[in-house]
């Protein structure tokens, strides 16, 4: 299966300070990698320099094997999307939904307003969110739902990859079960590759095809999600499974 994205010996510092430590690994096409480690690992600073918000001191990003510039293009940076932890840091308060999508699209796409009109109220539809939806303001919805709307965004202009920062961790667990089903669903219905970081375990193993263990801004693990869960290669990755509450 061709890989999506490639890793490559990623170095980068923040404030002087060394975040990550030659980090390698890859995604494929149609697979969901779960990136896990504690707090301060470096998972969230490897999340911006794969979307281009952070340069790296050294090393490459490659999307389908194309070197990707520190100055980005206007489509590469429409391959890679991101969902954050806040959908707050990404939904404008004072614009509208429709107006949210809008803007992604035409600015990525270049589609007609035919075009946007039906693609966002396909989107809407697809989230499970209200039939008013592109009508009403961020604040007018539940946390849950603004999620849903941060992921419709950044499936509105068609990525290759998206990058998924512990995007269900401050929702209720039933809201949380409904995200990860839908995030299921999509990769399978878009063939999408999903970069899903996370701290917590429960959602990686239901989620994701393959784990990759970070500590102290270094990959010190991959493998599949059954391999990991059974046996993890580490001490450390032994110590994260340990780490769960069983029943």
């Known amino acids: 299966m061709k890989n999506v994205l490639n890793v490559k010996n990623i170095y980068a510092s923040i404030g002087g300070k060394q975040i990550l430590k030659d980090v390698c690994f890859d995604i494929s096409e149609n697979e969901i990698l779960g ?42 940076c429409g391959s890679i999307q991101m969902v954050f932890q806040n959908p707050e840091s990404s939904l404008n308060p004072k614009y509208k939904i429709g107006k949210i999508l809008a803007d992604a699209m035409s600015f990525q ?4 307003r035919e075009e946007i009109a ?29 999620q849903r709307i941060a992921l419709a965004r950044a499936l509105s202009v068609e990525p290759d990859l998206i990058i998924a920062d512990e995007p269900t ?9 409904r995200m990860l089903d839908l995030i ?17 375990l429960g959602v990686i193993n239901y989620l994701c095809d393959r784990v990759a263990v970070m500590k102290d801004g270094r990959i010190i693990e991959t493998g599949d999600r059954g391999s990991f869960f059974e046996a993890p290669k580490t001490e450390y990755g032994r110590e994260l499974l340990s780490s769960v509450p069983r029943i």
């Open 35 to 76: 990136l896990v480690g504690g707090s301060g690992s470096g998972k969230s600073t490897a999340a911006k320099v794969i979307t281009g918000l952070l340069k790296p001191d050294s090393g490459s990003i490659e999307l389908y094997g194309r070197k990707l510039s520190g100055k980005r293009s206007r489509k590469e």
């Open 109 to 112: 796409l270049r589609l007609s």
């Open 118 to 146: 039906k693609r966002s109220a396909d989107l809407i539809r697809r989230m499970e969110l209200p039939e008013d939806t592109l009508y009403r303001y961020p604040g007018s919805f539940s946390g849950g739902q603004k």
């Open 169 to 177: 961790s401050s929702l209720d667990v039933s809201v949380q079960l």
């Open 184 to 200: 299921k669903e999509i990769k399978e219905e878009r063939g999408l590759s999903i970069l899903f970081i996370s701290h917590d």
